[in-house]
T-cell receptor, first 112, second 115 residues
């Protein structure tokens, strides 16, 4: 089973700044997924990241706000840009292996 | 488009009582179905999954779920809960045909087990 490490685990950021979240997987995977879990809500898919190509964003999410990098088959980053308090959420990295999704522990972001 | 409905946002239940957490889905294509659990301040953990085959699926920690295609449901059950089962439970679907394994999650059910 895939093991996913996310950094940082939590952060408190000033509005207007940006934060880059890192996701490292212990095996090579084709697709990596980034989700957002707003307080008291379910998970919402932000984008799908394939190695060597631009990420595919879901409705309501744009690359300028959430740029994603996928430099190789084991690593991805998500940047939350020009943050506002509404961006306060848990951000989770996920991969699929063997017909099931594995999730990182998440990055708990608070924007003040 | 797919959607997942978890009808109960919160379910309080006494310890050692049975519990059922409801999940209904809507999809025009065949789907995979999942239940995930999120303990306080922790990540998501897979409880069980239905990919194909037997409609009764057994998972970890004594949980099971039954896929009912005619009712488009995938309710989660446990015959006797423990205090340690207190957590948030998420039902999810994934499109079998798209090949992208994107997951659509329900809004979650907070299970609170009372002593």
């Amino acid at each position: 089973s895939a093991v996913i490490s996310q950094k940082p685990s939590r952060d408190i950021c000033q509005r207007g700044t940006s934060l880059t979240i890192q996701c490292q997987v212990d095996s090579q995977v084709t697709m990596m997924f980034w989700y957002r879990q707003q307080p008291g809500q379910s998970l919402t898919l932000i984008a799908t990241a394939n190695q060597g190509s631009e990420a595919t964003y879901e409705s309501g999410f744009v690359i300028d706000k959430f740029p994603i990098s996928r430099p190789n088959l084991t690593f991805s980053t998500l940047t939350v840009s020009n943050m506002s308090p509404e961006d306060s959420s848990i951000y989770l990295c996920s991969v699929e292996e063997g017909g099931r999704a594995f999730f990182g522990q998440g990055t708990r972001l608070t924007v003040v | 488009a797919q959607s997942v409905t978890q009808l109960d946002s919160q379910v309080p239940v006494f310890e050692e009582a049975p519990v059922e957490l409801r999940c209904n889905y809507s999809s025009s294509v065949s789907v995979y179905l999942f239940w995930y659990v999120q303990y306080p301040n922790q990540g998501l953990q897979l409880l069980l999954k239905y990919l194909s085959g037997s409609t009764l699926v057994k998972g970890i920690n004594g949980f099971e779920a039954e896929f009912n295609k005619s009712q488009t449901s995938f309710h989660l059950r446990k015959p006797s809960v423990h205090i340690s089962d207190t957590a948030e439970y998420f039902c999810a679907v994934s499109d079998k045909t798209s090949g992208t394994y994107k997951y659509i999650f329900g809004t979650g059910t907070r299970l609170k087990v009372l002593a």
